[in-house]
């Protein structure tokens, strides 16, 4: 495995432990600058809002300079934004930390996706975004308990010190170990692999002049790099409609893991003190989905995406039905994570494929993602207000991921006439 590899993974551990760890530390946080329970809540809202803002203002700007050095500045901002936090005298330097930490969240996944994949051979690139998302998943599954322990015996801001840390020794490792060029260019193989084969010969209808027109033979396709280049991607309908399946998925995935601990007390019978280690055995569906889901997605992209959409609306209903029972809940909530992030590698590839490696384009499926996370959680809320009880918002992630399958599913009939016969061998 590349050390590159390896250090972009630290870096998203970095990132997700700051996006978690919070959630355990709120009541520690908003005891210590003496403010609500609301207002410390919107350092988690405030966050989001801002990795949804940041993540394609941040890679618009940065166009057209070398994506090692974006990479290494975007680390660099989010150690800025943690030590804001672990230094800040009130709430507003506080929530600013948050915010500057951020803003670095998009487009290092973004980019880093991009960077990732360039660093192995064209048929493993999925698997290699799959290693790179692999410590945002390990990071969903220790953010939470990290948090609360190491804020438990040291106090909050011993936590944000920690995360500071992890983030210097990953800025180090993507400065040290991710290659100048790297993500410059698409090789050749993979040029004629992926948008020949994928985004098709010859323009997609409706997708405007020359959108999806494959790479000619014997040439190397050139990301684009300028503004005005990387927005011509959007006038492909592949990616508009994988911007709007991943929007869907996670919307409906959030939308039910946004009222889980309440599904868990008030529905299955588990004490409070029960919901940590069941989240913990969420995020490690999540670590399983996304490796799997990255390795399928090398052998037959479009059709694990769809299998691993099919696979979360199922989970989420059958969730709903069984939610009672306490032992059907810990397995439905592990399958919950592995088909939730199954499908995420293969959504992150196939999206930046169509967009012939736009940054703004992995970025985009990164915002879209937000997008989602809010609707989902907005509709799950309304559900419950509504007094259909805390299994609604199950029934309700299922209904909005089955709207992603029929997206995906069109994205992919639209896409097969353009497909070679010939797949990428796995290795």
């Known amino acids: 495995m590349p050390g590159g590899l390896v250090a972009l993974a630290l870096g998203g551990f970095g990132i997700g432990l700051t996006e978690f760890l919070i959630a355990g530390l709120l009541p520690q946080v908003a005891s210590s600058f003496a403010v609500s329970e609301a207002a410390a809540g919107r350092l988690i809202s405030g966050y989001a809002l801002s990795v949804a803002v940041g993540s394609i203002a941040l890679t618009a700007a940065t166009a057209r300079l070398p994506r090692k050095h974006v990479l290494v500045g975007l680390v660099a901002l989010f150690v800025i934004g943690n030590l804001l936090s672990a230094v800040a005298p009130n709430y507003e330097v506080m929530l600013l930390g948050r915010i500057v930490a951020a803003l670095c969240h998009g487009s290092f996944f973004g980019i880093g996706s991009l960077v990732a994949r360039s660093l192995v051979a064209p048929e493993k690139k999925s698997r290699a975004v799959a290693v790179m998302f692999a410590g945002l998943t390990v990071a969903n599954v220790l953010g939470v308990p990290f948090g609360a322990l190491v804020g438990e015996r040291w106090g909050w801001r011993a936590a944000f010190w920690a995360v500071t840390a992890i983030g210097l020794i990953a800025l180090a490792g993507i400065a040290a170990l991710v290659p100048s060029r790297a993500g410059r260019a698409q090789p050749v193989a993979d040029a004629e692999r992926t948008t020949e084969a994928e985004a098709g010969r010859t323009t997609e209808a409706g997708a405007g002049a020359g959108a999806e027109t494959g790479a000619g033979a014997g040439t190397e396709r050139i990301p684009p790099s300028g503004l005005t280049q990387q927005l011509r991607a959007f006038r492909s309908w592949q990616v508009w409609l994988t911007l709007v399946a991943t929007a869907l998925s996670y919307g409906g995935m959030f939308g039910a893991f946004s009222y889980i601990a309440y599904t868990f007390t008030e529905v299955s019978g588990f004490a409070s003190a029960d919901v940590a280690w069941l989240l913990m055995v969420y995020g490690v569906g999540l670590v399983v989905g996304n490796l799997v889901g990255g390795r399928a997605a090398d052998r037959d ?123 990428v061998p796995a290795r």
């Open 301 to 423: 992209r479009d059709r694990a995406l769809v299998l691993a959409l099919l696979g979360l609306a199922l989970t989420l209903a059958l969730f709903g039905l069984l939610a009672e029972s306490a032992t059907a809940s810990v397995v439905l909530v592990f399958l919950m994570g592995v088909t939730g992030f199954a499908s995420v590698p293969g959504m992150i590839t196939r999206v930046t494929d169509f967009a012939h490696g736009a940054a703004l384009a992995a970025s985009a499926n990164v915002s879209a993602s937000n997008v989602g996370n809010a609707l989902g959680a907005w509709l799950g809320g309304l559900a419950i207000s509504a007094g259909l009880g805390y299994t609604a918002p199950l029934y309700v992630g299922a209904g909005i991921v089955l709207m992603s399958v029929a997206v995906m599913a069109v994205a992919a009939q639209r896409a097969r006439p353009h497909r070679t016969a010939d797949r």
